[in-house]
């Protein structure tokens, strides 16, 4: 991918606004930008468009090197436009608890909006049970994150598929378990937990079925009452709706986040276009939140796209999942930006996965409120390319930074204010 750079120079510390003035894209495209070569994260170029915002910086004065991954080889950029103003416009305003909630999810979401701007908490996901990054995190840095990230990939009939390697069937056996570990984490320790849901294509294929090119399973055809397709889809929901019922009783919140990434289309339920993404998605609210009354949930939206929508009164965080390169800590405002527009400034945001952790900082300094991080499992952990021993040290050992040890007198403080 070709890269370019610009250099500009600041004479007063100011909040700015970027632009790009550039020839027209064919289609949608996204790419990546950076800041004196700090990942700053993701902006978007609707099709057609020639003028297009980049987001908000606060710049001091000096010089500075915006570079941007081109979206397409016969893209050009005419200009980068600066624009100066006196105050921030991406913050948060008029968030609204969903109704509904259970107290306890009500209780997580008020802690969450009262620290916003002010903490960003520590998530770690974790694909197995026994979520070995926590012990990894804990004995180099002391502490261990406030937020756990499980996954729901093993609780469904079609994940024995045909050509499976051996890569699949342990993550599969290593998953088993992870709703008692979910319990445990939130009732024993303390600790908060987000769900995601690797949903092996209910008709099977091969291997890892929830990749699109592992599986013909047709979600167009699964939205049809009555199909083979429709059957099956709805008894993997019914058994997720099961065992998420599981942690209702207990009065457990989870920050559950549904569907993933689907406008990247690489997994089967983003394959068929956002219009049977919004239908299954509302198949799964209505089913979740009626029928069986998951009234813990606290829905994450995780499709940012303008293109994939979800009304806003059907989620309550939108989350966006962002991997710089290896190493670079830089604090992912763009990134932050695109989800206060998609959301109309009136969502909590949260960076919902990501490679390298962002520089608290930075995160500070350059005003990019994620409500979390939430690194990826295995060598975004282990492998110190991605996040080295002493980066883990300064993040978890930061001021601004919730962790476990810290969450329980946080949300004291926060919640008899």
Known sequence: MKIIEIEFII???????????HTPLNQFSKTHVFINNLAFGEIQFPQGETHSYIGELKLKPGKYSFKINLPQEDFKIIS???KEKDYSTTKITNYKIRPNLSDNAKRLLEF??????KYIIAGQHTNTALGPEIAYIEYFTGKKPALRGFDLLS????????????HALIEIEGNKGSIEKAIEWAKDLGGIITLCWHWYAPLGGKDKTFYTVNTDFNLEEALLNGTEENKTLLRDIEIIAEKLSI?????IPILWRPLHEADGKWFWWGAKGPENYKKLYMLLYEIFTEKYRLNNLIWIWNAPHPEWKIEKDLYDIAGIDHYAPPGNYGPMKFSYDLLLRLTDNEKLVALTENGPIPDPDLLFEYEAYFLWFMPWFGDFVFNENFNSKEHFKKVYNHEKVITLENLKNLTHLFLSC
């Open 80 to 82: 980068l436009e600066i």
């Open 155 to 166: 609780y469904t009939p079609a994940v024995r598929t045909q050509d499976m390697t051996p």
């Open 247 to 251: 942690l209702r009783d207990l009065d």
């Open 11 to 21: 004479e007063k510390q100011k909040y700015y606004d970027l632009y790009l003035n």
């Open 112 to 117: 969450l909006q009262k620290i916003y701007s």
